[in-house]
């Protein structure tokens, strides 16, 4: 069985991310009481609090509530780069769209970093933002033509761009491109920087759960447990939106997992670095007291590897043949289109999504709460059609499509058929009470959840390492004791004794 608290140097293994490492905040209270407002947002993560900080000078009077806490989604388990060199993502545009999209993907992208660099300074947010060179690259000699395509379309947009054999970076390269103005910074620093000035303008309510949404008239009606939010317009920046169309999302985004260390090293280096193709292998560097290098492997759709002790244990092998010493150690799970487009814009009247971000969404986000903004106060912006939620797919969806549903049947079915996998420690045992799956998980305490996912009926996951219930299909995740901890699901997986 894989031990994961220590590592061979004895360097003690935290099973978080590094962006959770000294950040200490208050917690905004939860609703308490019904409330009418212009602008509802729905997630706490860096979507939501950006878009709220668009708003923060119009005359709308906007409310932000978040399930949870504030930043400790997606937002604090990213890399954090700020970076339009992503992988041959030109080059997919043009292949399904046209080179006029790409060019437009990639003004969005560059306007985005300029956003979050300009806030940086105006606002004075000490987030470790940073200038440095980015690099994609391949250790396949059949790749080397898709990278010159990029390069080739990223030169055309006037977009300088160097080619290099070998990479700043001990892992093998027969080719790779890189430009010189992308960034780095540390997300959470900078959402709670912007949750800091939104305070005296914005209501911020955490821990406060959005489980219904009824249209009514001109207004919306969003329910949580125990009050209700009336509202204009309304804005779903949640990883998994689920409100009013429970089989929107499933048909046109699957969830992706990867796999992140973080180690602390000797010397520091401005760059990043990417793979152009999967296995994907993606690198950066983060100063603050020490040094870290922030490596990512093994993605791959949720539903197609469910073996998180293999897929942990190999990039603990990984890091270990680049002689990194690991001191943090967590997933992430991203929203892929199949279009690779994010999904950003009005989905009805005055309701707005803001999601799928291809795992780019430090700037899609950014880019998404300048679409949002302008579509709140009636402006149009020249990025609504390219991301436009209801658009019509380009030439990749049908293969990505079907693809994918074939993953998704065969792991849903063969998670139904064999419950207790062969990795699984002996610490879990599962039994049926009332003809209903039941899973008991023993350390300290007895841990008892039902095992299947209440948004679609997935067979869960158990994540050894970070201790939590995983659903494969659409990235729930409830914690040792059932309470779920990130949607889609509404509910609780606890286990409640029938009589």
Known sequence: MLKLYHNKKGDIVIKKSIWLEGIKRNIEKPLEEDIEVDVLIIGGGITGVSCAYQLKDSDLKVCLVERNEI???????????????????????????????AALYLKAQRYAIKMIKDIVQK???????????SYVFTDKKQEIKNIRKEMSILSSLGQKVEENKEIPFPLKSVYSIHVNDTATFHPLKYVYSLVDLLKEKISIYENTEIYKIKKEKSFYICHTKNHQIKAKYVVLACHYPFFLF?????????????????SKIEEYKKNTLITSGMPTKSVRYY????????YLSNSHPSCDDVDTIHNFASIMSEAKEMNCSI???WSNEDLITFDHLPLIGTIKENLFLATGYNTWGMTNATIASYILKNAILGQNTEYDSLFNPLRKNGKAKTKSYTKNMIKNAKGYIENKVKVDKPWYPNTLTFKKVHGKKIAIYEDEKKHMVYTKCPHMGCELIFNEIEKTWDCPCHASRFDLDGNCIKGPSLYNISYKKER
Do not use: W
């Open 71 to 101: 930043g400790l989604g997606v937002t604090s388990k990213t890399t954090a780069k700020l970076n339009y060199l992503q992988e041959t993502i030109y080059s997919t545009i043009e292949e399904n769209y046209s080179y006029e999209e």
């Open 123 to 133: 606002e004075k947010i000490d987030c470790n933002f940073e200038k440095v060179s």
């Open 246 to 262: 429970p089989y929107f999302m499933p048909i046109k985004t699957y969830p992706e997992k990867s796999y992140i260390v973080a």
């Open 287 to 294: 100063k603050d007291k020490e040094n870290y290098l922030i």
């Open 327 to 329: 001191s943090y150690l």
